[in-house]
């Protein structure tokens, strides 16, 4: 059966088998949201999805427009979700750690309508959505009963589903216009790809403690379940002392994870219990040397490593789901038949056999974009670079080893990658500016064996040296304020002068190894402890 919509989709799975559980809500989870636990069935989340299909259609929702949604992982996230996507409205997923200027920027980015907020979000969002003139709805209130019969909108697979923010390599974040046919197309790459992963229609629990603003647990978890009838188990995010606990609760067969997640397993120490569960495969990202190995040996699953982005969604996606698998070398399997791809140097050459380049990649085939986004908001000139000769480019360095398996060298793009949240250096830097006292400042990614990278900011500043101290303070609160938590600065280092370009722009590989040395030999100021989630 062809499918135009997530909510077609859904739709057809409520219809034939309505008892089947939709999502599931741990205990941990439930209580730390303050709702009940349990499960939602198909068939009653379609019930339910209908009425808020009324509800937004009263409320004045209507094809090709966009609504921004402030509701973490709960289940009215997906509810909300669904019945926009029936009405052809596109969402826009708000970070719950975004503050002022991050939710002001979105907002006001994406020409959202309106705000679907959580009460408790209500002091983080209202403000800034009141000033920018949008109506803010409260998820749970009254309206979401009110209207009348409204039916779906007629779409095809090319209306836009969501439109996600992703950091781009210099600027602010930008927004990636994700089709339908994005969505479909990242589930069934999911049902299809076998294997490790091979999937069982009706009976996979798969858990994640992704947000649902990533494109991972709203593209390729969420589609993958909805398109086999499963369950999905989200988290409100990853707590290791709770995790086992939540797995075995769920009986999830599945879980998805970031490199992060395994170091944290793995510091917990060992117990009886370690293999006391269902799960048959791990998917994620970003594990790769010993503690691969380790972990797997300790928990009695495989690992699997895939790629992907938020710009490629898995129309395009790698993943070691078959043996050999080389674990622990970052090996992230071997390049599918669909895939057209190259390995370019920084002058655009394909590189020799065996040595790293950036991955360019395409769908082969009458459709090279077929399943990718659509494009960025607002920059056609961002979406054209990024496809410079037929191609999009991922800015990832990979290297093909001698029996054709990728594996994953480093980041060419100036991202930063802390516990899986992609943080544009170039908006850290624009915060940090705003601080009296600082005459420049670059932000660089720095080694931190547990969360991959860590924030650390180079500044050059005219204050006393006995002032130093409360300049950084003033860096880091200004940052708290101003910015999600894991974007303020881990590390701050004074610099007489930053290393520029003939032209006066950042020498972005001098930098990461400036910070790198000045981090590895204490001369800095260590902010870690500092960066807490507020609120």
Known sequence: MMLSSVYAAFQAVATTAPAQPFLHLVADTARRYGMPSGELSYGEALERIERLIRAHAAAGARSGQRVALALDNRPAYFLHWLALNALGVSVVPL?????AAELEYVLEHSGATSVICLRERCDNVLPTATALGLRVWIAGDA??????????????????????????TTGRPKGCMLSNAYFLSSGQWYLDIGGYCALKPGEDRLITPLPMYHMNAMAVSTMAMILTGGCVVPLDRFHPDSWWDSVRESRATIIHYLGVMPVMLMGLPAQAADRNHHVRFGFGAGLSGELHRGFEARFGFPLIEAWAMTETGCSVAVIANHEPRKVGTACFGRPPDHLDYRLVDENGNDVAAGQPGELLVRRRGADPRYGLFSGYLKDDAATQAAWAGGYF???????LDEDGLFHFVDRRKNVIRRSGENISAVEVEQVLLE??????????????AVRGDEVCACVVSDVAASSWPELVDALVEHSLHRL????????????????????????????????????????????????????
Do not use: F, M
């Open 393 to 399: 480019h991922t800015g990832d360095l990979v290297r």
């Open 143 to 168: 309206w979401e009963s009110a209207g009348t019969q409204a039916a779906p909108a007629g779409q095809r697979d090319d209306t836009e589903c969501a439109l996600l923010y992703t950091s781009g």
């Open 95 to 99: 970070n719950a750690d975004w503050q």
């Open 484 to 535: 999600a938590y894991y974007k303020a600065p881990g590390y701050v280092v004074r610099c007489e002068a930053l290393p520029l370009t003939a032209t006066e722009k950042i020498q972005r590989g001098a930098l990461k190894t400036l910070a790198a040395e000045r981090v590895a030999a204490g001369d800095c100021t260590d902010t870690r402890a500092r960066k807490v989630r507020r609120g």
């Open 435 to 448: 601080v009296p006292g600082v005459r420049s400042v670059a932000v660089a990614a720095v080694p931190d």
